[in-house]
C-alpha cells in the first residue's frame, strides 16, 4: 500500500459515446451495474486513494449523482461538467482535488481497472514522479504516410499505454499550466516537460470502451473474472 501524502483521482467520463451505436457508454450495463459504477467502485476501494474528482458530460450530471446516492459513494468529493476537449475535463477535475501531493488520471471507460493497478501505478510514480501502465504490442505496426508505409518500428519497443496515469501534483499541474495543442494522454503533457515517466505493466483486460464490440467483450471478461 502506498501510504504517503493525499492522492486525489481524476475520473475522466465526459466523451460522447459517438462510437456507441447511441448508446451511452457511461450508463451503459456491465453485468447489472452501469460501467460508471464499476469503475468508480474500484477506486473507492483502493486503500490509497483519498478522494475522487468525477467529469461528467454535462447532461449525466444528474445522473451521477443518483448513482452516487445509489452506490453510497464515500471518496467523490466532486462530480463536474467536462468540457469540449479532454485535456478540458482533466483541467476540471484536477481543481476539485486541491491539497493533493499525488493524482491518478483514469479513463472512465475503463471499468475493468484493479486495486492492485492502482496502488502499482502509486509505487512506480515514487522515484520519477509519473508512471503509467501500459502493455506490450502484439501487432506489427506501420506508420502510414500518404496512403502508404512510411516505416515499420520495432515491436518490441512499443507498448500501449493505459490508465491509470500517476503523477506528483506539482508535475502535473505544470504540464496543464504549460498545455498547448492537442495530445491524447497526461502523460504526453509531462513528457513535454521532459519529465522522466515510469512504465508499469498494465493489465491486456484493462481494456477502453469505445464500441458496442468493446462493451461486449468488457462483459466477457468481467464474468470469467468474476468466476
Excluded at 467536462?82 to 485535456?87: E, I, K, N, P
Aim: proline share 5%; glycine share 8%; aromatic share 6%.
Amino acid at each position: 500500500m502506498f501510504n504517503h501524502e493525499k492522492v486525489g483521482a481524476v475520473i475522466v467520463a465526459a466523451g460522447n459515446s459517438t462510437r456507441m451505436r447511441g448508446v451511452d457508454k457511461m450508463f451503459a450495463l456491465l453485468d447489472g451495474k452501469p460501467v460508471l459504477a464499476r469503475v468508480v467502485s474500484v477506486f473507492e476501494s483502493a486503500p490509497s486513494v483519498d478522494c475522487i474528482a468525477l467529469v461528467l458530460n454535462e447532461h449525466n450530471l444528474e445522473h451521477g449523482r443518483l448513482l452516487s446516492i445509489a452506490e453510497h459513494w464515500q471518496r467523490v468529493v466532486a462530480l463536474v461538467p467536462g468540457g469540449a476537449t479532454r485535456q478540458d475535463s482533466v483541467c476540471a477535475g484536477l481543481a476539485c482535488l486541491p491539497g493533493c501531493s499525488w493524482l491518478i488520471v483514469h479513463d472512465g471507460a475503463r471499468p475493468l481497472v484493479t486495486v492492485d493497478l492502482i496502488e502499482a501505478g502509486l509505487m512506480a510514480a515514487e522515484a520519477t514522479g509519473g508512471a503509467i501502465a501500459a502493455v506490450a504490442v502484439t501487432d506489427t505496426i506501420k506508420e502510414e504516410r500518404d496512403g502508404f508505409i512510411a516505416r515499420t518500428p520495432p515491436r518490441a519497443i512499443l507498448r500501449a499505454a493505459q490508465t491509470p496515469q500517476v503523477f506528483r501534483a506539482d508535475i502535473l499541474n505544470e504540464a496543464y499550466a504549460h498545455f498547448t495543442g492537442t495530445v491524447t494522454d497526461d502523460a504526453s503533457l509531462v513528457e513535454a516537460l521532459g519529465h522522466p515517466i515510469k512504465i508499469y505493466p498494465g493489465d491486456p483486460q484493462n481494456i477502453k470502451i469505445t464500441t458496442a464490440t468493446d462493451l461486449t467483450y468488457a462483459e466477457i471478461l468481467w464474468r470469467k473474472r468474476g468466476d
